[in-house]
């Protein structure tokens, strides 16, 4: 074996050591105080079974072509409807009638 690739195989477990050396001088939040007295009293979540979660996860996904299409249809319509809403809401004769009011 070649000296270097040696000496490169010798440092690993230095190397390992170290970062557990690391790792165990963190400081950790205090995770007790952070649960409050409802929190305390509160029941556990009920367990379920995992098989309906995965059935559903597996189940029919949405098609996103067939998705696009649809948001598309109703961007449309969207646009549609505020190009109507951008004329006045005022018939002529109203703004007529205001037009005299006014004078």
Known sequence: ?????????????ALVAMALGLGACTQFPELESTQTEQLSRADYPALVPIEPILARA?????????????????LAALRAR?????????????KQRLENGLR
Do not use: K, W, Y
């Open 1 to 13: 074996m070649h000296n270097g690739a040696m000496t490169r195989f010798a440092s690993l477990p």
């Open 82 to 94: 505020a190009n109507q809403m951008r004329g006045s809401v005022l018939t002529g004769a109203e």
């Open 58 to 74: 597996a189940g029919p996904q949405i098609d996103p072509i067939a998705e696009q299409e649809v948001l598309n249809a109703r």
